[in-house]
């Protein structure tokens, strides 16, 4: 007998979920330590749990024998060349139709992640305060926006993202 059988269980008894309520753990954790490290508001927790789900997906795991989750699906290693520091100082190309001689070529930005389906990262604007995706951008790995503002730990940061979906 092949296939999936849905069992469920009971109410606010979280000892029978042991395997899931551990994973669980272990991504809350890595969230939160995500979101201390970038020195970021609660508010961008979405973006660090998905991040974070990517990376324990990419990393191998004794359980499966030394390889990746993703490698056991797809049946090869996961490509971590763009992987970049969740939170880190990052500067987004502005477009050239929308700027003078003068305007600034680049805005700082915070990295979130990647979009998708889409050869882009997503970034929280810093000059705009929007959520957008870019795929000309420099990494700054060892900066945090938050961590150089000494008035206030999350001035520089809306504590509310707001989604801008251009692509630059």
């Given amino acids: 007998l092949k296939g999936i059988i849905h069992q469920t269980s009971c109410i606010e008894t979280p000892e029978q979920n042991g395997i899931v309520e551990s994973k669980h753990q272990h991504l809350l954790n890595v969230t939160r330590a995500l979101l201390f490290q970038a020195n970021l508001p ?3 927790w979405s973006f660090a749990l998905t991040h974070v ?5 990419c990393i191998p795991t004794p359980f499966l024998h030394n390889i990746s989750p993703y490698e056991k699906l797809y049946g090869y290693p ?3 060349s763009n992987l970049r520091v969740f ?3 990052c500067y987004i190309n502005t477009i050239k139709a929308h700027r003078s001689k003068l305007d600034p070529q680049a805005h700082p930005c915070i990295f979130l992640g990647f979009k998708p389906h889409t050869k882009g990262f997503l970034v929280y604007d810093l000059h705009s305060h929007n959520i957008t995706t870019s795929r000309n951008v420099v990494f700054y790995e ?3 926006p938050s961590h150089n503002e000494t008035q206030s730990s999350h001035s520089y940061v809306s504590t509310t993202p707001f989604i801008h979906d251009n692509t630059i």
């Fill in 78 to 80: 996961c490509d971590i």
């Fill in 142 to 144: 060892n900066h945090f």
């Fill in 87 to 89: 939170g880190c100082v």
């Fill in 53 to 57: 789900a990517y990376l324990i997906n």
């Fill in 42 to 44: 609660h508010s961008f």
